[in-house]
């Protein structure tokens, strides 16, 4: 075993049974073997100065384990981490855009607060001015962005194009096709403007596009609000752990590595929250399509703008940026520099869950409630995070009363109500409208493919593609797979409670 205190090991300390057996040693080699007895007064002060001097042997360890950023804690860990530059993040709200919509003029006074239906409170950081809109009108092209009045609301272009000869948008949806142009429906009123909000509690506060639109104290002249795009998460105090995990991707960042650079400069980015990027070094276009000499960041939050300045900066010489966000930004000298990157491709979950509650502890809204909570779990994930039905059906024991969890069914479109498999029975896989079977033991199956069922048997296993005669069958009981390139997504109004009582 090393000596005590700094050797070619390490640092060794010298733990207090250790102390009292030197100590013990030394006295009895200096005034014999009888000099401790048990209970005597220099036995109890042995055991005194031994655990004193164990404690000055810890808090030195400690002081030699903060120049070590996999053992400092703390304060210390901070310290280290700021040597190479990494800073700790500490806990921060989540922030959304949320239009307002009403009467020209209209004060949003600071502190006013929007909440998701039923969930968390967002509020504004500033005083903005309601603005009155410009007319739609026949025949005109519009540009993505431009927003318009109609039928007393208020829209948004979402793809340019030159409006229809009449009518124009009406409606109340997020894609309304007029002529060659589209938009998104914004709110009530003939003006608008948009309201920076962070939420009242800190950390990440999920509110996807078209969750904030419940003014908590409603005022005339202010008809509507809503979000049309994702919150951007805010965050906890980062842990230990977490701050270690950040400083090492950022000391990987300082290295030659163009994938590694990259992703750690829009890691520091305000709102990202995850960052994948694919290169493509070889002479020609890869089997992902992307062009040769080429780089593509998939990016889920931050501001678009702070994105294409930030490839700028970090992509070496020679290598072109690729994605579906295309846009440009200035170099030293002023000049427009085009980049690109993507976002994740949305992959909407649809769940159906069955749980057992004791009707004594369980709330009267106990099904809602399980919905918010499986929903916010589901949003919490990051590009590439699969689908999964077990961990969807815990959340659901975060309200009081859930005794048992029995059946999660995932997909990606709605999930009916499922039915014994029939032979020779013509099956629809028709969107929104699937026939869904049970079979194999009870297990639930989703038509992916239209067609007459075989004779005998039926689908039977856990795949994803089960033929059965012509019609063809998916599994729904099992993880769903979320592509690198894809994000899972989840809304209250996909989710399915069936809940029945486990207790007489």
Same mark, same amino acid.
């Given at each position: 075993?090393?000596?005590?205190?700094?050797?070619?090991?390490?640092?060794?300390?010298?733990?207090?049974?250790?102390?009292?057996?030197?100590?013990?040693?030394?006295?009895?080699?200096?005034?014999?073997?009888?000099?401790?007895?048990?209970?005597?007064?220099?036995?109890?002060?042995?055991?005194?100065?031994?655990?004193?001097?164990?404690?000055?042997?810890?808090?030195?360890?400690?002081?030699?384990?903060?120049?070590?950023?996999?053992?400092?804690?703390?304060?210390?860990?901070?310290?280290?981490?700021?040597?190479?530059?990494?800073?700790k993040?500490?806990?921060?709200?989540?922030?959304?855009?949320?239009?307002f919509?009403?009467?020209?003029?209209?004060?949003?006074?600071?502190?006013?607060?929007?909440?998701?239906?039923?969930?968390?409170?967002?509020?504004?950081?500033?005083?903005?001015?309601?603005?009155?809109?410009?007319?739609?009108?026949?025949?005109?092209?519009?540009?993505?962005?431009?927003?318009?009045?109609?039928?007393?609301?208020?829209?948004?272009?979402?793809?340019?194009?030159?409006?229809?000869?009449?009518?124009?948008?009406?409606?109340?949806?997020d894609?309304?096709?007029?002529?060659?142009?589209?938009?998104?429906?914004?709110?009530?009123?003939?003006?608008?403007?948009?309201?920076?909000?962070?939420?009242?509690?800190?950390?990440?506060?999920?509110?996807?596009?078209?969750?904030?639109?419940?003014?908590?104290t &409603?005022?005339?002249?202010?008809?509507?609000?809503?979000?049309?795009?994702?919150?951007?998460?805010?965050?906890?105090?980062?842990?230990?752990?977490?701050?270690?995990l950040?400083?090492?991707a950022?000391?990987?960042?300082q290295?030659?590595?163009?994938?590694?650079?990259?992703?750690?400069?829009?890691?520091?980015?305000?709102?990202?929250?995850?960052?994948?990027?694919?290169?493509?070094?070889?002479?020609?276009?890869?089997?992902?399509?992307?062009?040769?000499?080429s780089?593509?960041?998939?990016?889920?939050?931050?501001?678009?703008?702070?994105?294409?300045?930030?490839?700028?900066?970090?992509?070496?010489?020679?290598?072109?940026?690729?994605?579906?966000?295309?846009?440009?930004?200035?170099?030293?000298?002023g000049?427009?520099?085009?980049?690109?990157?993507?976002?994740?491709d949305?992959?909407?979950?649809?769940?159906?869950l069955?749980?057992?509650?004791?009707?004594?502890?369980?709330?009267?809204?106990?099904?809602?409630q399980?919905?918010?909570?499986v929903?916010?779990?589901?949003r919490?994930?990051?590009?590439?995070?699969?689908?999964?039905?077990?961990?969807?059906?815990?959340?659901?024991?975060?309200?009081?009363?859930?005794?048992?969890?029995?059946?999660?069914?995932?997909?990606?479109?709605?999930?009916?109500?499922?039915a014994a498999?029939?032979?020779?029975?013509?099956?629809?896989?028709?969107?929104?409208?699937?026939?869904?079977?049970?079979?194999?033991?009870?297990?639930?199956?989703?038509?992916?493919?239209?067609?007459?069922?075989?004779?005998?048997?039926? &689908?039977?296993?856990?795949?994803?593609?089960?033929?059965?005669?012509?019609?063809?069958?998916?599994?729904?009981?099992?993880?769903?797979?979320?592509?690198?390139r894809?994000?899972?997504?989840?809304?209250?109004?996909?989710?399915?409670?069936?809940?029945?009582?486990?207790?007489?």
């Open positions: 075993m090393p000596s005590p205190g700094l050797n070619p090991e390490g640092f060794e300390i010298e733990t207090i049974p250790d102390l009292v057996t030197d100590q013990t040693q030394q006295l009895q080699l200096e005034f014999g073997q009888s000099i401790l007895k048990p209970k005597t007064f220099l036995t109890f002060m042995v055991g005194i100065v031994a655990t004193i001097a164990g404690k000055v042997w810890e808090q030195l360890e400690v002081l030699y384990d903060a120049w070590n950023p996999d053992k400092a804690n703390g304060v210390a860990l901070e310290d280290l981490s700021l040597v190479t530059g990494t800073f993040k500490f806990a921060a709200p989540s922030k959304a855009t949320v239009t919509c009403g009467d020209d003029g209209f004060v949003v006074t600071t502190g006013t607060l929007v909440a998701t239906s039923g969930g968390p409170r967002f509020q504004t950081i500033s005083n903005v001015i309601v603005t009155a809109l410009d007319a739609w009108t026949i025949s005109s092209a519009y540009s993505k962005g431009d927003r318009v009045t109609n039928a007393s609301r208020c829209y948004q272009c979402i793809t340019a194009g030159v409006s229809a000869g009449s009518g124009g948008p009406t409606t109340t949806t894609d309304i096709t007029d002529g060659t142009a589209h938009w998104i429906y914004l709110g009530e009123g003939t003006a608008a403007v948009d309201a920076t909000m962070l939420s009242l509690d800190n950390g990440p506060i999920v509110a996807v596009a078209g969750d904030l639109t419940d003014i908590v &409603p005022v005339g002249g202010l008809n509507s609000a809503r979000n049309i795009a994702d919150a951007a998460l805010g965050n906890l105090d980062q842990t230990d752990e977490e701050l270690r950040t400083r090492e950022e000391l990987r960042g290295s030659k590595s163009p994938a590694d650079a990259v992703r750690a400069a829009l890691l520091k980015l305000d709102s990202v929250t995850s960052v994948t990027v694919f290169t493509n070094l070889t002479n020609v276009v890869n089997v992902d399509g992307m062009p040769p000499h780089l593509e960041a998939l990016v889920l939050g931050g501001d678009d703008q702070d994105i294409w300045d930030a490839l700028w900066a970090n992509v070496a010489g020679g290598i072109t940026t690729t994605g579906t966000e295309v846009g440009t930004t200035l170099d030293s000298q000049t427009s520099q085009p980049e690109a990157f993507s976002r994740p949305a992959k909407p979950i649809f769940v159906d069955t749980l057992i509650k004791d009707p004594a502890f369980y709330p009267v809204n106990g099904d809602d399980v919905s918010v909570d929903v916010a779990f589901g919490l994930g990051g590009t590439g995070k699969d689908a999964v039905p077990s961990a969807l059906g815990a959340q659901a024991f975060q309200v009081s009363g859930v005794l048992e969890v029995p059946q999660v069914l995932i997909y990606t479109d709605v999930i009916g109500v499922a498999w029939i032979a020779t029975h013509a099956y629809v896989a028709t969107v929104g409208a699937r026939s869904v079977v049970t079979n194999d033991g009870g297990r639930a199956y989703i038509c992916i493919t239209a067609g007459v069922s075989a004779g005998a048997g039926g &689908p039977t296993g856990v795949g994803q593609d089960i033929t059965d005669g012509a019609a063809h069958w998916a599994f729904i009981g099992a993880t769903f797979a979320i592509g690198t894809e994000r899972a997504t989840y809304d209250i109004a996909n989710v399915n409670i069936h809940s029945s009582d486990g207790l007489p």
